[in-house]
């Protein structure tokens, strides 16, 4: 799901849309989808929920701000660099936030999983950062202010402990709530340009995919494991996705990504199998 989000993005940045409509479009289909399995709750429960600053807090950095940036990002930058920014850097980025938070550095034996990552990473990224655009860069910084807005969340996440159908809905309503009624009455919009096709592609992926069921997902692996463990498997995806381009964007398998997929799966395994426990608070 996660590499499969760079590649769908991308598609969406390419076309007419505006970023403004892919985070509509996103929050717009989740909301639909969630609202009904919320009405269900007592008024005391939501109550509760909507009073929680935190959930503010995290729907705020894991989905307004990364949503804003990351989107925008896909307006000029490949598919390949989503891929590497924002999920190649989550075990360093979330490893420097803990460091910053807890004062507590990786272990050793982690400290050599991300080392092996890092190389792959580099290795992955040589035949798409060596000719880069102006423009590219611009998006290549957006994005990893996305990537920096999600490290930050992950880590609140897995220090608070909410569960992750809570945290999804919360996520999901409260970014909603804060971002449509502005995008409805002041925001420039483009959907009228494309095809239903495209909205349809946007609003499944990004809606439900990455929205609940990508959110989900990696909400209750960080309740489990942690937050580096998870981040330090996310490290593959810049590697699967360079691998799905082969057939669907007709790009050439290159000793460069086979390279990678060799140093980031042996840094991968190291570095989740010795990743922190949970940290409650």
């Known amino acids: 799901m996660w590499a499969c989000f760079s590649l769908v993005s991308r598609l969406g940045g390419k076309s007419a849309l505006t970023f403004y409509d892919i985070i509509a479009l996103r929050l717009g289909t989740a909301s639909a989808i969630l609202l009904p399995f919320v009405l269900l709750l007592s008024g005391a429960q939501v109550g509760n929920v909507i009073r929680d600053g ?46 910053l938070i807890d004062k507590r550095r990786p272990n050793r034996i982690r400290g050599i999983g991300l080392f092996f990552i890092a190389v792959g990473i580099t290795c992955t990224a040589m035949p798409y950062f060596s000719d880069g655009s102006a423009e590219s860069l611009l998006g290549d910084g957006l994005i990893l202010i996305a990537s920096i807005s999600w490290a930050i969340y992950s880590v609140l996440a897995a220090r608070w402990g909410y569960p992750a159908w809570t945290l999804t809905c919360a996520v999901a309503l409260f970014s909603a709530a804060l971002y449509l009624p502005v995008y409805l009455l002041w925001l420039p919009k483009q ?20 929205t609940i069921l990508a959110m989900l997902a990696y909400i209750k692996a960080v309740s489990i494991l942690g937050p580096e463990r998870p981040a330090a498997i996310l490290a593959l995806v810049p590697i699967v996705t360079g691998f799905v381009a082969v057939p669907l964007l007709d790009e050439a398998l290159t000793v460069w990504l086979l390279l990678g997929l060799l140093f980031v799966s042996f840094g991968s395994f190291v570095a989740s199998r010795y990743g922190s426990a949970p940290v409650r608070r």
């Open 54 to 99: 935190r959930l503010w807090l995290l729907a705020i950095l894991g989905n307004l701000i990364y949503c804003l940036f990351v989107y925008h990002g896909f307006k000029f930058a490949p598919a390949a660099h989503g891929a590497i920014l924002l999920s190649g850097l989550q075990p360093f980025l979330i490893s420097s936030i803990i460091w």
């Open 191 to 210: 959907l009228s340009t494309v095809p239903f096709a495209t909205i349809l592609i946007q609003c499944f992926f990004q809606g439900v995919v990455a």
